[in-house]
């Protein structure tokens, strides 16, 4: 069955594609970009009119839709797509310590936060969020430079990393890149497009 993808961004087809072709070769995928969704959610909030759209477009795919924006993500969960984030903060919940849960774009703290708040209420996990903003380095993405990106996203974690942080959570799926730079540190950390797409590929 096709799994349609809905982006904000195009850099995120290039992405899923490769993760497609090395964990599910042959499993076919449709991508709808809309970065005007992002850019007006960022400027006015997720409005009524931005959440029916995004509504609309999940209703007319012919299968299942994974939202690959977490700003989006809970009127496209609410449409009945699997939000990006969702597996991920799961598995963040399970790790039983507080999590490190990390964003670049203010407009995706407050949902990010609120649905890490729930797994872990559900998982019974009790140690706590410590958030952290790393909003100077998206114009490095804005612009194109992901290594950069990464690179930034990665040097900002690890100055933030405390004895309490037992998990990191890389709210954005546009943050995944960081995670490789990270692997010394002996923490988990979690991206969501792998995670996301592995669950939406499942039977």
């Known amino acids: 069955m096709m799994l349609t993808l809905l982006h904000t961004s195009p850099v995120h087809v290039a992405t899923f594609d490769a993760l497609r072709d090395r964990i599910a070769p042959g499993a076919p995928l449709s991508h709808i970009v809309r970065e005007d969704l992002l850019d007006r959610a960022r400027v006015e909030g997720v409005t009524p009119a931005i959440a029916s759209e995004t509504t609309a477009l999940i209703q007319a795919a012919p299968g299942p839709v994974l939202c690959t924006c977490t700003t989006l993500g809970e009127v496209a969960e609410a449409a009945g797509a699997l939000r990006i984030d969702r597996p991920m903060m799961q598995a963040a919940a399970r790790t039983g310590g507080q999590v490190l849960l990390v964003y670049c774009l203010d407009s995706t703290a407050q ?12 998982a019974g996990n009790s140690a706590g969020i410590e958030p952290l903003s790393l909003a100077p380095a998206w114009p490095l993405f804005e612009a194109g430079d992901l290594p950069a990106f990464a690179q930034a996203v990665a040097e ?3 100055a933030a990393i405390s004895d309490r942080t ?3 959570v890389l709210a954005q799926a546009s943050m995944a890149g960081a995670a490789t730079l990270l692997e010394d540190t002996g923490l988990p950390v979690l991206a969501s497009p792998e995670i996301a797409l592995r669950t939406a590929l499942s039977p």
């Open 156 to 158: 900002g974690i690890r």
């Open 111 to 122: 949902a990010s936060r609120a649905l890490l708040e729930d797994e872990m209420a559900q």
């Open 166 to 168: 037992a998990c990191i």
